[in-house]
């Protein structure tokens, strides 16, 4: 992603379950701390309850970085690469940066990385999480999708203002 001073890289986490984007991280290298970020978000946005969960991801030496497993064992979770040469492998993630560069980096030039890191959050959080409905979701946002489907006891459990109710 080009800003005018100069790259953004954006690594992204999401849970195929919902399509939300779980975990991002958003910086100018791409080194396999990058990685590790989005991943840490990822297990802080679903309160630590991630242990099992599999963590697909490309070839790409940040996802072959020590540090990278070293963070996925420190949460339990299972890393798993596609193969060379499929294409079909990443298409949920494809599909996500296809939206992004349709919906946030193809609609103007961005002067700055911060205008252009705000643009991005701001797409993720506001747009593909709370407008945007998806057909495999049963034309439901991620969040709207999140909220019906997860049950009342597990919502109140991880978010302690609703257990003063």
């Given at each position: 992603m ?34 590790v ?18 963590v ?29 040469g ?27 990385r ?6 991005i959050?701001?797409?993720?959080e ?40």
């Open positions: 080009q800003a005018g001073e100069g790259k953004l890289y954006l690594c992204a986490i999401k849970d195929l379950w919902s399509n939300r984007i779980v975990g991002y991280a958003i910086d100018d290298r791409m080194k396999a701390q990058l990685a970020t989005a991943v840490d978000t990822a297990v802080a946005r679903r309160d630590g309850h991630v242990a099992g969960c599999i697909h991801s490309d070839r790409g030496s940040q996802f072959r970085a020590r540090k990278l497993q070293r963070c996925l064992d420190r949460h339990g979770l299972v890393g798993s690469m596609g193969q060379v499929s294409a079909g492998d990443n298409a949920a993630m494809e599909s996500f940066f296809s939206l992004l560069q349709k919906n946030v980096l193809n609609t103007r030039r961005w002067a700055t911060d205008e252009l890191r705000i643009a959050v701001t797409w993720i506001r747009t593909y999480h709370r407008r945007r409905r998806q057909p495999r979701l049963n034309k439901l946002t991620p969040i709207e999708y999140e909220t019906i489907m997860t049950p009342t006891a597990h919502r109140r459990a991880s978010n302690p203002a609703q257990q003063l109710r």
